[in-house]
């Protein structure tokens, strides 16, 4: 089976503009879940989708949005880009059953100057 | 809240020789699953090995095995003959039925030749 694929890979934008991020699972896995790494904040996570509906979110601000379509792919949108912002995003699938393991994607490097 | 406490951020190997990453949770959950995933410079996150909460035999995946201590909530990954593609952070995982994954910082190996 292919992996997970994250597009785009790497991304720089500026500050206040807005960005989109695009996860593929793995055929057949119904949960994304999305997270963001830093060096200051390790890994954290911001949401999770099933089946199109969001199912767990993260402590992020509102400006951290996301949406599944019907055949499981996942966007991940990210509104008035601060510095902060800046870190790698982690796209994960799952089939949730019988076991909750997740397989991660490459990730998107995204820099916001 | 769960947590995953990893107190090692860095250690040091010789190759070929055997290395004990430890790591601690919390949790209230009687079914859960604890994870152990690879992330070597390129970045990718990699499941190295699982264990469910239900299973009292420690998993085993080649040179990689587990010590699992259900009542003092320790989980620890041992290496065994460590070779050079081992080094990388490693971060200890817990998940359970809401399938959100929590990390813990992480423990950054390094394999000395």
């Known amino acids: 089976k292919a992996g997970v694929t994250q597009t785009p890979r790497y991304l720089i934008k500026t500050r206040g503009q807005q960005v989109t991020l695009s996860c593929s699972p793995i055929?057949?896995?119904?949960?994304v879940s999305w997270y963001q790494q830093t060096p200051g904040q390790g890994l954290q996570f911001l949401f999770e989708?099933?089946?199109?509906?969001?199912?767990n979110k993260g402590n992020f601000p509102g400006r951290f949005s996301g949406r599944q379509f019907s055949n499981s792919r996942s966007e991940m949108n990210v509104s008035t880009l601060e510095l902060g912002d800046s870190a790698l995003y982690l796209c994960?699938?799952?089939?949730?059953?019988?076991?909750?393991?997740?397989?991660f994607g490459p990730g998107t490097r995204l820099t916001v100057t | 809240a769960q947590t995953v406490t990893q107190s090692q951020p860095e250690m040091s190997v010789q190759e070929a020789e055997t290395v004990t990453l430890s790591c601690t949770y919390d949790?209230?959950?009687?079914?859960?699953?604890l994870f152990w995933y690879k992330q070597p410079p390129s970045r990718q996150m990699i499941l190295v090995i699982r264990?469910?909460?239900?299973?009292?035999q420690n998993a085993t995946e080649n040179r990689f095995s587990v010590n699992f201590q259900k009542a003092a909530k320790s989980f620890s990954l041992k290496i065994s003959d460590s070779q050079l593609g081992d080094a990388a952070m490693y971060f200890c995982?817990?998940?359970?039925?809401?399938?959100?994954?929590?990390f813990g910082k992480g423990t950054r190996l390094h394999i000395l030749p």
């Open positions: 264990q469910e909460a239900y299973k009292q």
């Open positions: 995982a817990y998940g359970d039925r809401d399938d959100k994954i929590i």
């Open positions: 989708y099933f089946s199109e509906t969001q199912r």
């Open positions: 055929s057949g896995h119904r949960s």
């Open positions: 994960a699938s799952s089939s949730r059953d019988p076991t909750y393991e997740q397989y």
């Open positions: 949790t209230s959950e009687s079914d859960y699953y």
